[in-house]
């Protein structure tokens, strides 16, 4: 009987992974603006198309999620992680731009001085 109750809980336990994995992986996608869809479902969490259309809870997430989608548009993952790298490429681009704008009026700063100097030199002969 302990074997049974033990098996009962382990299936149990694996039931609430599956479940969890499942509604955290569709939240996911919409907080991050992806298209729901259950090939998408199924290539992430490695679970059976059935699972998705078959448990009550999943399926009921899955729906609400493709209905709050609908008439958006959207960019596949590629694209989506592509954009991402450019905007923060573009970010610290800035930061350089800012820093060499820097070192320029430093440098500019430094010439004027130098400059002044030799010319208060050649005054003085």
């Known amino acids: 009987m302990a074997n049974y ?5 382990s299936n149990h ?7 969890n994995l499942s509604l955290t992986t569709i ?6 603006g992806e298209k729901v869809t259950v090939a998408e479902l199924v ?3 490695g679970f059976s198309r059935d699972y998705f259309y078959k448990n009550k809870d999943v399926h009921e997430a899955l729906t609400n999620a493709i209905t709050l989608q609908i008439g958006k548009v959207f960019i596949n993952r590629k694209e989506a992680s592509l954009l991402k790298a450019t905007r ?4 610290l681009l800035k930061l350089k731009i800012i820093s060499l704008e820097k070192n320029i009026e ?4 430094e010439l004027k001085k130098k400059s002044s100097s030799e010319f ?3 005054n003085n002969l």
Do not use: I
Request: no cysteine; hydrophobic share 35%.
């Open 5 to 9: 109750t033990n098996m009962v809980k």
């Open 13 to 19: 336990d694996r039931s609430e992974a599956m479940l």
């Open 27 to 32: 939240s996911e996608m919409v907080e991050d």
């Open 43 to 45: 290539r992430r969490t």
């Open 88 to 91: 923060r490429e573009n970010e």
């Open 106 to 109: 430093t440098l500019t700063a």
């Open 120 to 122: 208060d030199l050649v």
